[in-house]
């Protein structure tokens, strides 16, 4: 079992940065795959990245390719995305969630999800 809670979003300006962190509990963090989706008003929870166990893969949507970077810190059982050059199109509701399929882009290979956080980028 895995619980997620995210923190770190805000309102920010476009052009400017944010960084969420998702912390973790559970025993077998380390094992997990860690993704990141987001929900703007209206729209189906899309993909945005996935880091496998041991970071050495990673996986972007195209949307925040080179904007977009994700971690984690195992022994701090916390993921992150460090979103830079933000744009009011990345106002959403950010979730991280934990599978067991390597960097998975879908939602159904993901078991266990946070409550979401809050990202609003004004133009």
């Known amino acids: 079992q895995v619980q997620l809670v995210e923190s770190g979003g805000g309102l920010v300006q476009a052009g400017g940065s944010l960084r969420l962190s998702c912390a973790a509990s559970?025993?077998?963090?380390?094992?997990?795959?860690l993704g990141w989706f987001r929900q703007a008003p209206g729209k189906a929870r899309e993909f945005v990245a996935a880091i496998s166990w041991s970071s050495l893969s990673t996986r972007y949507a195209d949307s925040v390719k080179g904007r977009f970077t994700i971690s984690r810190d195992n022994a701090k059982n916390t993921v992150y995305l460090q979103m830079n050059s933000l744009k009011p199109e990345d106002t959403a509701v950010y979730y991280c969630?934990?599978?067991?399929?390597?960097?998975?882009?879908?939602?159904?290979?993901?078991?266990?999800w946070g409550q979401g956080t809050q990202v609003t980028v004004s133009s």
């Open positions: 969630a934990a599978g067991v399929v390597p960097v998975a882009a879908q939602m159904n290979s993901y078991a266990y």
């Open positions: 559970g025993r077998t963090f380390s094992s997990y795959t």
